[in-house]
């Protein structure tokens, strides 16, 4: 079947604009990530959607920053007033969940985001 | 909280070497430990996992971690590494605390094998 979607694949914007970026996960994972991949940073944990509990947003790095998943399925990773530390690679991954854990992550190819 | 520490940002190794990627994690409660690959111009895919049970654990492709309790390390290793091994390796954890916890990763190590 299909797997992780994300949209667009790349985007250039300038300093100061909003964005957004979209994921679309696996059918029926009730989990959904997002990450950034910077250069030399790694994977740095975003926001954390599970089933109708409320978000983990503890990785968020500022207010500019927030995200939504609508109708346990889609979500939008939104950032305003973009600037030039915010370009990275934005990662969307979803997981069929259980308590115990160990369900894989299944990503998708990512979000580039270059901002002038 | 939980952190995760890789402790080489680049391994450069030659073909049929064997190889050791380091990973220590600091955590106040249990986790359980993943090894995730993402080869170039590729998505991330889980390579092993460690869940309970054998502190060993094998991929379908050679490399094997082992998980040691007492040093809060999950290192991972190949006897005879390919070209094609050639990516960049991310370790990390998830607390089983109860409930549904987040995955936590540490920065990658590249690694490069030469012919």
């Known amino acids: 079947g299909a797997g992780v979607s994300q949209s667009p694949s790349n985007k250039v914007t300038e300093k100061g604009k909003d964005v957004e970026l979209r994921c679309d996960p696996i059918?029926?994972?009730?989990?959904l990530y997002w990450y950034r991949q910077s250069l030399g940073q790694g994977l740095e944990f975003l926001i954390y959607?599970?089933?109708?509990?409320?978000?983990?947003k503890s990785g968020l790095p500022s207010d500019r920053f927030s995200a939504e998943r609508t109708g346990g399925s889609v979500s939008t990773l939104t950032i305003q007033r973009t600037q030039q530390e915010d370009s990275a690679v934005y990662l969307c991954a979803s997981s069929l969940e259980s308590v115990s854990g160990g369900s894989p992550l299944h990503f998708g190819n990512g979000t580039r985001l270059t901002v002038t | 909280a939980q952190s995760v520490t890789q402790l080489d940002s680049q391994v450069p190794v030659f073909e049929e070497a064997p190889v050791e990627l380091r990973c220590n994690y600091s955590?106040?409660?249990?986790?359980?430990l993943f090894w995730y690959v993402q080869y170039p111009n590729q998505g991330l895919q889980l390579l092993l996992k460690y869940l309970s049970g054998s502190t060993l654990v094998e991929s379908i492709n050679g490399f094997e971690a082992e998980f040691n309790k007492s040093q809060t390390s999950f290192h991972l290793r190949k006897p005879s590494v390919h070209i094609s091994d050639t990516a960049e390796y991310f370790c990390a954890v998830r607390p089983h605390r109860g409930g549904y916890n987040k995955l936590i990763f540490g920065a990658g190590t590249r690694l490069a094998v030469h012919p």
């Open positions: 959607f599970q089933g109708n509990s409320a978000p983990d």
């Open positions: 059918s029926g994972h009730t989990a």
């Open positions: 955590s106040s409660v249990s986790v359980y």
